[in-house]
């Protein structure tokens, strides 16, 4: 069976294009020695089909050592995305009444085309700048993808 053109491996092949990038920022930026990044998409795109919403993300990556925090920024992380996920806005995007009980109230999220990334263990600018990085790396992977498959004479995704 084939996959669809958004998958773990594309989703590891973009994020590993812009690690370096945000390695590099976060020492540059003195933000601190830790950061969560989530990696998941609209659930139009990304069904969770009874997983739990942490098991349904593509990818979950720690940068240094997250319970360093004073907060518990893999949870921050993972409430930024979910909460992205569900409204399909940016957290910086959701109103007010938008917000469930027990979700975070800290921006660090985008949706880009459809892909979300949240991030957490900086300011919330910073998480934001650095989810938009991995998002759009996403999305210009899926675009080549795309463009490979119509250059094979693909009609179908997954040919």
Same mark, same amino acid.
């Not at 020492?27 to 998941?40: D, I, P, R, Y």
């Not at 409430?79 to 996920?85: D, G, L, Q, Y």
């Given at each position: 069976?084939?996959?669809p053109v958004?998958n773990?491996t594309l989703?590891?092949?973009a994020f590993?294009?812009?690690?370096? !990038?945000?390695?590099?920022a976060l *020492? $540059?930026?003195?933000?601190? +020695?830790?950061?969560?990044?989530?990696?998941?998409a609209?659930?139009?795109i990304n069904?969770?089909?009874?997983?739990?919403?942490e $098991? +349904?993300?593509?990818l979950?990556? $720690?940068?240094g050592?997250?319970s360093k925090?004073? @907060?518990?920024i893999r949870?921050?992380?993972l409430?930024?995305?979910?909460?992205?996920?569900r409204t399909? !806005?940016?957290t910086r @995007?959701?109103?007010p009444?938008e917000?469930l009980a027990?979700?975070?109230l800290?921006?660090? +999220?985008?949706v880009?085309t459809?892909v979300?990334?949240? *991030?957490?263990?900086?300011?919330?600018?910073i @998480?934001?700048?650095?989810?938009?990085?991995? *998002?759009?790396a996403?999305?210009?992977?899926?675009?080549?993808?795309? *463009?490979?498959?119509? @250059?094979?004479?693909?009609?179908?995704v997954?040919?």
């Open positions: 069976m084939s996959q958004l773990r989703v590891l092949t590993e294009f812009v690690r370096p !990038k945000i390695e590099a *020492a $540059e930026l003195k933000q601190g +020695s830790s950061l969560v990044l989530v990696v998941s609209i659930e139009t069904p969770r089909d009874g997983r739990s919403f $098991e +349904s993300c593509y979950i990556h $720690e940068f050592d997250p925090n004073d @907060d518990p949870d921050i992380a409430s930024k995305t979910e909460i992205s996920v399909g !806005k940016a @995007d959701v109103r009444q917000l027990g979700e975070t800290k921006i660090g +999220s985008v880009v459809g979300v990334v949240g *991030a957490s263990g900086t300011k919330g600018v @998480d934001e700048m650095i989810s938009g990085w991995v *998002a759009y996403i999305q210009m992977y899926c675009e080549l993808e795309v *463009a490979a498959m119509r @250059d094979r004479e693909a009609n179908f997954g040919e």
